[in-house]
C-alpha cells in the first residue's frame, strides 16, 4: 500500500496562501506564526519536488504546478471534511472542535448563554468564539478559518454557504427622544437634524444604501458610523437620526430611554439574519446551533421589543428553516 507523505495541514495552509496571496494574512488568519506557515509550505513543495507558489512576488502567486495541484486539493480537503462530519454525525458529545463567528448584535446578552449550552452538548469539544462584521465573517467562511458564522444575508447570495435563516430584522427610523421630528420630514431632508449612516463597507449600510436608491432618496453623507454604539450615542445627544433596526437599537442599552424607534415611513424592508456554514460542514450541528439561536433571540430580544413596542409584532420576527424568502 502506498503511504502519501502530504501532511493535511500542509495542504489547507497552501490553499489559503494561495488565496490570500500573503503569508501574513494566513498567519493571523490561522493563529499561527508566519514562520509556522512558511514552513508549512517549503515542506509540502519540497515533499512534491516542485514550486506550487512564485515566492519572489507579492501578492504571490501560484505556478503552473501549483494551479493544477490546487484543484485536486480542494477537491480532497472537501471530502475529507465530508467524511469526517459524516462520521460524528449524531454523536456531538465527541466533536472536537468548533470555530463560531458571531455579529456583534448578539455578543452581550446571547453568545455567553451559547456558549454555556453548546459546552454541555459538547463536552470534548475546544471552542473558538470571534465577534465580527458580516462581511468580515463570510470572509472568514469562504477561507475555512471559521465553521459557522451568523451574520447578515448579504445583497448578493453568496457562494458555497449554506443558508439557515434566524431572524427578520426590520428597518426602523431612530429619533432622539427629546427632538420632535417627523418620519417623513427626515427621509426628505426637511429637518434641521443629519442623517447617521452606517458605512457602506458594512453590508447593513449598503441594504440602507440600495434601498433609498430604489425610493430615489439622495441624502447627503456627511456622518458614516462602523460603530453602532457611536451612531446611537449621537441619536441619543440629539445630534441625528438613523435608519437602524430594532436589534441595533437593543444592544445600545444604554441610549435606549434616549431614543424612540418609529415604522419605517414607506416601503417596508428588512435584513436577515442567518447561519452559514459550507455544505460540507456537519449540518447537525447547524441544526443544533441554530435551534439554540431561535431560541435565545426569541427570549432575550423579540419577545421584549414586541411588548414593548407591539406595532413590531410579525415585523420583527424569528424565522424557520422554511422561511426563505425570493431575498435570500
Known sequence: MHRSNLNIKSLEIFRETARAGHIQTVAKDSGLSIGTVSHH??????????????????????????????????????????AESEALSGRLSDVRSLRLALIEDFDSQIAPELAALLAKVMPACAFSHLTRPSHEILSLLHSRSVDI??????????????????????????????????????????????????????????????????????????????SNQSLMGMIADGMGWAITTPTNYIRAARFRDRIDLVPFPGKAFARHIA??????????????????????????????????????AGKFALLDIEDISPEF
Not at 515533499?47 to 493544477?68: F, I, K, Q, S
Not at 417627523?182 to 447617521?196: E, I, K, V, Y
Not at 431561535?294 to 411588548?307: K, N, Y
Open 41 to 82: 509550505l517549503k515542506r509540502l513543495e519540497e515533499t512534491l519536488g516542485v514550486r506550487l507558489l512564485d515566492h519572489g512576488r507579492r501578492p504571490m502567486v501560484l505556478t503552473a504546478e501549483g494551479v493544477a495541484f490546487l484543484g485536486y486539493v480542494d477537491e480532497a480537503l472537501a471530502l475529507l471534511r465530508k
Open 149 to 226: 458564522g451568523i451574520a447578515t444575508v448579504p445583497l448578493a447570495e453568496p457562494e458555497g454557504l449554506v443558508a439557515r435563516p434566524l431572524l427578520r430584522d426590520p428597518f426602523v427610523l431612530a429619533l432622539p427622544a427629546d427632538v420632535a421630528l417627523d418620519a417623513r420630514a427626515c427621509l426628505s431632508g426637511q429637518n434641521t437634524l443629519p442623517f447617521l449612516r452606517y458605512s457602506d463597507e458594512q453590508i447593513i449600510g449598503a441594504q440602507i444604501s440600495a434601498h433609498l436608491r430604489r425610493l430615489r432618496i439622495d441624502l447627503p453623507k456627511r456622518f458614516q458610523f462602523e
Open 275 to 312: 447561519l452559514f456554514s459550507q455544505s460540507d460542514f456537519a449540518q447537525e450541528t447547524c441544526a443544533l446551533i441554530g435551534d439554540s439561536m431561535r431560541q435565545l433571540i426569541g427570549q432575550h430580544m423579540v419577545d421584549p421589543a414586541v411588548e414593548n413596542l407591539p406595532w413590531l
